[in-house]
């Protein structure tokens, strides 16, 4: 039977805060270490392979991916309603359980242990999010930002008969973060891809990941953007007591002008989503504190 998978961007507010936490987190330097993506040969599962040790295997290749040389995941598989989960115990030893279905689709146990191992990561960082929802988009936005989702990403498949997708992320969010880490590093995910569906909802993602840099004050908005720029930042100067405005636009990545002299406007850096507050004062050239990106901006 075919369970529905949800799609779109439902979750883009809390990816974006996931991306900011990240760096607030680990800092810029810290977060440039991870510019090599795990190998799809390091974390390969064939059916010959034993199953216990070749979970372990891929375990340990995810745990020197982050950096945690003294965790020891110990890997089980059972019977349960989730596709994995982690005991978040203060270690250097934690138990990992995987669903029973992992036993026969072995090329996902990659995917499955990338989320579970993310877990064990922020836990140890002490970043977490308020509630269960937004504390796994935490984890899977930071599982594809450092490196691994584009598994989580690859397991999704989709026909008219059945469907599969592993963490909270829709198909086009995982997309999303995984198109913010490739322009930050360079790095094409694309060839990695078995799935194409996964192919397809990465390009979705890559799509509103570049309308991100494309925003009024940043140069590089197009016309229309830039006009309604104009036109919105004419009513706040004309208008200071109503600032910020205009006020829908202050936590969906867009631009608000604030109330202060001179004005300012704030807005999302398309790199790290943290808000950046500049005079309008026409072209300047802008550096983020946060994650260091140079930014051309007219305001």
């Keep these: 039977m075919r369970s529905p998978v949800e799609h779109g961007f439902p979750h883009l507010p ?95 146990i990659g995917a499955a242990l990338a989320h579970e191992v993310m877990h064990v990561y922020l836990h140890r960082l002490g970043l977490s999010f308020p509630g269960v929802r937004d504390n796994e988009i935490l984890t899977d936005t930071a599982t594809a930002y450092l490196g691994a989702g584009w598994l989580l990403l690859d397991a999704f498949r989709e026909d008219a008969l059945t469907s599969q997708k592993l963490g909270y992320l829709t198909p086009e969010e995982f997309g999303y973060v995984l198109a913010k880490r490739a322009e930050l590093f360079g790095e094409d995910p694309a060839p990695w891809f078995t799935s194409p569906q996964a192919y397809e909802a990465y390009v979705r993602g890559r799509e509103v990941a570049r309308r991100d840099a494309e925003r009024p004050p940043l140069t590089a908005g197009g016309w229309a953007g830039r006009r309604r720029y104009a036109r919105d930042r004419r009513y706040a100067q004309a208008h200071p007591g109503e600032t910020p405005f205009p006020p829908r636009s202050g936590g969906d990545g867009g631009y608000a002008f604030e109330s202060c002299s001179p004005l300012r ?26 994650c260091r990106s140079v930014l051309e901006c007219d305001t």
Excluded at 265 to 289: E, K, W
């Design 14 to 108: 809390t990816v974006r805060a996931s991306i900011t936490a990240l760096y607030r987190r680990l800092s810029y330097d810290t977060v440039r270490t991870f510019e090599t993506s795990v190998a799809a040969g390091d974390v390969a599962f064939a059916d010959a392979d034993e199953l216990h040790t070749g979970a372990q295997r891929v375990a340990r290749v995810l745990v020197r991916h982050l950096r945690l040389p003294d965790a020891r995941l110990v890997v089980s598989f059972r019977d349960m309603e989730h596709a994995a989960n982690v005991e978040l115990a203060a270690g250097p030893e934690y138990f990992v359980e995987l669903n029973s279905r992992f036993r026969s689709h072995r090329r996902d």
């Design 265 to 290: 406007v704030s807005f999302a850096c398309p790199t790290c989503q943290q808000r950046i507050r500049l005079p309008v004062r026409g072209r300047v050239r802008a550096r983020c504190g946060l």
